[in-house]
T-cell receptor
């Protein structure tokens, strides 16, 4: 149980384009999901908390107009990186909250050329 | 600022040995403690969580918590090469994983 999927697993895009990443809880409903970013050799950094039916809560320093989060259902949250630039290249990981434990998706590796 | 500190390693142990991973945290209000394992290029996988002082065992893994010392550790008995990964300590307040703060991780290598 507690399986979380992400799509796509990797994406390469040109600078200036937008990329959407999906996070799904497959066997449970998640009112709360989280989005993290991880640069090489570094730990996970929380970007935002996504709550179903309400606006996401962004961490300090994360641009909410650049990283658009939508949590329209209890099993799906999406992160859209708008006008992506090479510095946005990173490993994006979502997690879903179940019974006070976060379960992580497999991650999406974004490369912006 | 809430901080979670881990020895970055790398930590190397021979196969069959006990690997000991340590974590300290600064926020005395922390109530929940998690250990995640992350293989290279993969996302974190939950190993254990612990809420109360003392030891908690799950198979080859034992988590130890000492809130007075603000210290949590993970012991891996009979270490296997497949245990080679980065181990992340994560801390949250008030019995919930809603606000996890991660340490930088300890890279463990188990030598065959």
């Amino acid at each position: 149980g507690a399986v979380v999927s992400q799509h796509p697993s990797w994406v390469i895009c040109k600078s200036g384009t937008s990329v959407k990443i999906e996070c799904r809880s497959l066997d449970f409903q998640a009112t709360t999901m989280f989005w993290y970013r991880q640069f090489p050799k570094q730990s996970l950094m929380l970007m935002a908390t996504s709550n179903e039916g309400s606006k996401a809560t962004y961490e300090q320093g994360v641009e909410k107009d650049k990283f658009l989060i939508n949590h329209a259902s209890l099993t799906l949250s999406t992160l859209t990186v708008t006008s992506a630039h090479p510095e946005d290249s990173s490993f994006y990981i979502c997690s879903a909250l179940l019974a006070d434990t976060q379960y992580f998706g497999p991650g999406t590796r974004l490369t912006v050329l | 600022q809430k901080e979670v500190e881990q020895n970055s390693g790398p930590l190397s142990v021979p196969e069959g040995a006990i690997a000991s991973l340590n974590c300290t945290y600064s926020d005395r209000g922390s109530q929940s403690f998690f250990w995640y394992r992350q293989y290279s290029g993969k996302s974190p996988e939950l190993i254990m969580f612990i809420y109360s002082n003392g030891d908690k065992e799950d198979g080859r893994f034992t988590a130890q918590l000492n809130k007075a010392s603000q210290y949590v550790s993970l012991l891996i008995r009979d270490s296997q090469p497949s245990d080679s990964a980065t181990y992340l300590c994560a801390v949250a307040p008030v019995g919930s994983a809603r606000q996890l703060t991660f340490g930088s991780g300890t890279q463990l290598t188990v030598l065959p």
